[in-house]
Structure formats: C-alpha cells, structure tokens
C-alpha cells in the first residue's frame, strides 16, 4: 500500500470519529435530560469521551495530512480537496485549543458538525494528487496557506459560538415583530448551512448513480490586438442540467425523472468555460437544500432554530459570547499574518508584486477589514451579546465565500485553487 493510499484511509477513519464523537457530545448535552444520575456527571463523563474521540480523530487526520505530504513530496494545500480538508483539520485544532481553555463540551455540538461539513465537500472535489504549477512551487504556500487556514478555523469557531449565543438568547415564541426579525435570520442561518449539505448530498448521489451530460460551448475572444477569435470546448455535467451553458450544443444528457434536456440556458454575460456548469450547481444546491430543510421542518413540525433552542437552556450566554469573541481576537492575528503579509511577500516572488487587484486578494482585505471593524466595534464601542455574535455570523459567510464563491465562481490568479 502507497503512503496515498493510507492517507486516504486515515482520513477516512478521522471522518467517522468526527462523526461518532459529535453524537457522543449530543449524548453529553441532550442526554443529561433523561439521565438517572446526576446531570452534571453525566455532561463531563460523555464529554470527556466525546473529547477524547474527536482528539483521536484528529491525530488520524494530522496522519492523512503527512503522509500524503510525504507521498506526494508537496505540502497538501494547493487545490481545492487539499485545502478544504486541511482547514477541516485545522478547524479542530483551534476547537481543541478553545475547549482546553473553556471545557464547554456544548460547543463541540457545533464545532464537530462544522468540521464534518467541510471535510465532506472537500471530497466532492478530485483527490488526485496534481503536480504544482511554478507560482505554488515555493515555501511560502506552505507559511501562506497554512497561516491563513488557521485563522480563518479560529473564526469558525467564533461562527459556532456566535450561532450558539444567538439559539439561546432568542425568543423563539415571542411574536413582536422584532423577535420575529430574530427568529426569521437565525432560521435563515441554518436554512444556509443545509444547502451546503444539500449540495454534498446531491453531487455524491448523482456521482453513485453516474450520471453524465454533456455540451459543445462555442466561445469568442478578443486578444491584445483585437483579433476575435473562436474556441470549442467540451462542458461535462455530473448534475442534471437545469441550466446549461451560453452558446451550447447538447451532445449527451442522461435522462432523470423524465428531464432529458436542458430546462434554461445561461446568461450571456457568464460565458466562461466552467461558467454555466456553476450555475447549475448552485441552483441544484438550492433545491437539495430546500427540500432537505423542508424534510426536517415536516419531521420536527417547527422551525430548526425552535427545535435546538431547548438544549441550550441552562447554558449561560456570557460564556458563549465570550468563547466566540476569544476565538475571533486569537485568529485575527494568525491571520492578518498568513492571508495579508506572507501572502503579500509571495506575491512579490510569485508575480512581482506585492499587490494586483486579484479577486482572491481583494476579498482577502475585505474579511480583514470586516474583522477589524469587529474588534473595533467589541472594544471601543461596548458591542457585546447579539451585536457580536451578528458579527461573528456574518463574518464567517464572508470567509466562505473568500474561499468559496471566488475560488471556485470568480476568475483569478487563485483560479487553480477550484481546480
């Protein structure tokens, strides 16, 4: 067996102790309820092992990422599997940190779940070990893009702090209408984290049942000198095509649930090779998720938020404010160091500059200086509680997208980061 193979494997096995120890954490904070024993115990007996197992599922999953480093001779952080399941790692490394700190095992019912969800999208994406291109061939990807991973796992897990905060501190009976503006944007959080998961759901079923479309995408381009000139590309579809690509001929489209052929066509203006192909995955994240949403709300007849909000009581908001802001004030550095100054010094050994207007860059500064605000608005302006946990949550949706929406949706010099 190839050091690949046993990588893959390791990770595999860290996959499923994430998933075992986020049950044995809802054993430990829900399970208190029924418990003959003292409830106390009963939380730190099922957290101490609920800990324990995620810790073990790290070590497998530190084993994954040096192994395949060894493997393969490069650090695994240069596509887009590689870094999903390094910030995935690194996401519980800095829940590890804080709970060491905290020793609040409510907040691995939502750091363990976050995790789950980033490693399983990672593996929506190729996981063949790809060469690097001249510009990644440095070490400074690997002080880069480790740095900037770390920071970004400390805000997640300002993100689950500050959704916990805002599960136990709203209203989810009150009828005014500002608790209903509350309930609506906390419902309409983890309406946004089920699509995700809808996403992941509707690529892996499609992906078991092979399901393939096809397109010829005729492009026009206009060089430096103005010669327009004319390209054909090949578009393959693992998702049924609800929106195919501008200017394309269909040549296959497997049939499903009796839609053999394109339903809309993509707008002009995204005429990009992989441009429609994105379309339609987001549109089909948006129905996986809708209807996995509209599952829970038929199982739970309430709305989720209603639903998790019970488990929270006994749960003293301060802390929850406390950890997220903690986590968020240790992350901002690490940061500010990885994603802003070493990536600034290897864009000047890279590309000969320190800064180009990259879309990765520029939303790069945006996440630093919405954080900046943060911290600004938490120590000079006294924003505590519901102003800061809004904060945490929104921040969080802008790294996403960083990493995300202009990884995989924007052109750029970061474009090899989708690939």
Request: with cysteine.
């Amino acid at each position: 067996m190839s050091l690949i193979d046993f990588s893959s494997d390791a990770f595999i096995v860290a996959f499923f102790l994430y998933c075992f120890a986020f049950m044995f954490y809802v054993i430990a904070i829900a399970g208190k309820k029924w418990s003959n024993r003292d409830s106390l115990q009963h939380e730190k007996r099922w957290g101490r092992i609920a800990f324990i197992t995620s810790n073990v599922g790290l070590a497998s999953h530190l084993t994954f990422f040096f192994t395949r480093w060894a493997g393969s001779g490069q650090i695994p952080t240069s596509n887009m599997y590689e870094f999903m399941t390094f910030l995935g790692m690194s996401i519980m490394i800095a829940f590890t940190i804080i709970f060491a700190i905290y020793r609040k095992p409510l907040l691995g019912m939502f750091a363990l779940p976050l995790t789950v969800i980033i490693i399983a999208y990672a593996a929506v994406f190729p996981q063949e070990v790809q060469p690097l291109i001249p510009a990644l061939d440095s070490i400074w990807l690997k002080i880069h893009v480790t740095t900037a991973a770390l920071g970004e796992a400390f805000f997640a897990i300002g993100f689950a702090a500050g959704l916990m905060y805002l599960l136990r501190v709203v209203d989810f009976n009150g009828k005014t209408k500002a608790a209903r503006r509350s309930q609506f944007w906390v419902e309409f959080s983890l309406y946004t984290i089920i699509v995700i998961v809808g996403f992941i759901i509707a690529v892996f079923a499609f992906r078991g049942m092979g399901y393939e479309a096809q397109f010829i995408q005729e492009q026009s381009k206009i060089d430096s000198r103005g010669t327009e000139t004319s390209t054909t590309d090949t578009v393959t579809y693992t998702l049924p095509p609800i929106v195919k690509p501008y200017n394309s001929e269909v040549v296959t489209v497997d049939s499903f649930l009796g839609m053999d052929k394109p339903v809309l066509e993509a707008p002009y203006w995204m005429n990009g090779v992989n441009a429609g192909r994105k379309l339609n995955t987001v549109v089909w994240s948006i129905i996986a998720g809708t209807i996995l949403y509209g599952l829970l709300r038929l199982v739970f007849r309430k709305p989720l938020g209603a639903v998790i909000h019970p488990v929270m009581e006994g749960i003293d908001p301060e802390d929850l404010d406390e950890i997220s802001y903690r986590s968020i004030a240790i992350g901002f550095p690490i940061f500010t160091l990885g994603a802003l100054i070493f990536a600034m010094i290897w864009a000047e050994i890279a590309w000969g500059r320190f800064w180009g207007w990259d879309p990765k860059e520029v939303w790069a500064l945006i996440t630093w200086l919405y954080y900046s605000a943060y911290l600004h608005f938490r120590l000079s302006r006294g924003w505590q509680g519901r102003r800061s946990a809004w904060l945490a949550v929104i921040g969080f949706v802008i790294v996403l997208f960083t990493l995300i929406g202009v990884n995989l949706v924007i052109a750029g010099l970061h474009s090899y980061s989708g690939t």
